[in-house]
């Protein structure tokens, strides 16, 4: 008899959504969870931390730039940065207890320390083994590290630090227009930081709808961020006088320098697999650190598993909770799936950045027969009276069929509202499905049915 059906090491999204599911089907479930509180890096240090410090600075730069013109006089808030510390952290921990409640109505034991696989079928935790029949590996990612810049997490920080600076920065410099680097910059700059990021490639947020690309670093840039694009960061130097962030442009490889109170390292995430024992165990690795599994989540060592961050595809918490909602599908007896080609990606900055499934670089590469329906916030009277007019929906739709590819919106509440398409997808639906439903008005929904209507005979609006 082992001690437990199975045992999943880690707690983060991908983890602790499989331990509820393998409860809620009828298994004895365990999760080995070494930080103190549940929820892995996304509730603790990831999406919810940085969503919070994203709601308060929205609400400081809408006093800033609307409520005059909204006939709201006299707003000048001050920032109590240790209080809005405090309630990043309440929200934090209501979510991190709120994940220790649902074990506890689950029934799901947290066996608390760092996990290691003995051998298949034994997990130890400090000096206890205990024994499962499947073991699924779910311990996430962490920053990768940049060749010339070490991270102290006070000066030069990565996502960590910066959600967590004992005062506010003057000045910072940002390495990586990813979805950490323009999150976190943002909130910086909206809390009157200059705020610069340093991009290695010719675009931001690359793999991105290149007409989002253009539009959001134009909206950015109006909102303060300055970008230093095609440039390939060197080294960082701490120094009395601030950090200095040495680069070297691509284009023609002249070298400068720029000197900011604090640096933020934003070039990516790695799998985390360290003292899991992977090795002797003989887990075959894929591709930049990930374990390698099949289209089951199973790893070469019959009865482990991985899922989320730690094996390929998009780093995301919805990822990895699907994955982990398919993989307890599985080891019970059930047919757990995920749609990896449609799993939403959501910045949320403001306006928020949302997309699913194709690219137009993607279709044209691929020598796809398409058509786009785009249709922008400027002919939507709810998105102008909140004065976030500026972006547009997008729908890519087969050229023959009509059937949705791929959805880009760059809008208010763009990361809701992509969930429409995703649905429609999901369904095999054609534009028409989506311009023929109707929308309530006024609502920034309507964007996306104009934009399905684009696809058709045509846009009202536009
Ligand atoms: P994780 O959440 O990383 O959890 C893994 C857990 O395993 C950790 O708690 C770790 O302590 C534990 N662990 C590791 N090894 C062991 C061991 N040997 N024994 C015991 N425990 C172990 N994604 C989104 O979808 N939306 C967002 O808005 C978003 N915002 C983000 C913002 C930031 C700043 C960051 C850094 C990430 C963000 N992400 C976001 C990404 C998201 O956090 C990850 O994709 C998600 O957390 C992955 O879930 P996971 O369960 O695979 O791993
Ligand atoms: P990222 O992969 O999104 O962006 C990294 C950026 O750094 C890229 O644009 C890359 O070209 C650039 N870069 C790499 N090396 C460089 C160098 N030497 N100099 C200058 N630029 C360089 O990674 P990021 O932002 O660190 O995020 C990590 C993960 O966390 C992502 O996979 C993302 O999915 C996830 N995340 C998701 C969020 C969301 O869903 N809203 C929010 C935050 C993180």
Redesign the pocket.
Known sequence: MSDFDTII????????VAAIRCAQLGQKVAV????ET??????????????ALLNATHHLHEVHENFEKMGLMGANPTVDWGKMQSYKQDVVNGNTKGIEFLFKKNKVTWLK????IAAPGQVK?GEQTYTAKNIVI??????ASLPGVTVDEKTVV???G??ALEKMPASVTVIGAG??GL??GSVYARLGAKVTVVEFLEAITPGMDGEVQKSFQRILAKQGLKFIIGAAVKGVDVTAAGAVTRYKLRKDGSEAALTSEVVLVATG?KP?????GLEALGVEMGPRGTVKTDAHWATNVPGIYA????VAG????????DE?MAVAEILSGKHGHVNYGVIP??I?TTPEVASVGATEEALKEAGRAYKAGKFPFMGNARAKAVFQAEGFVKILADAATDRILGAHIIGPGAGDMIHEICVAMEFGAAAQDVALTCHAHPTYSEAVREAALACGDGAIHA
Do not use: F
């Open positions: 090491i880690g707690a983060g999204p991908g983890g602790y080995v969870e070494g930080r549940l929820g892995g890096t996304c509730l603790n240090v990831g999406c919810i931390p940085s969503k320390g760092w996990g290691q935790v779910a311990t996430g990612s962490e920053p990565t996502s960590t910066a959600l979805v950490i999150e976190l995430r985390y697999t360290a003292g899991l899922i989320g961050d730690a998009p780093m995301l918490a919805h990822k990895a909770e982990g990606g959501v949320y």
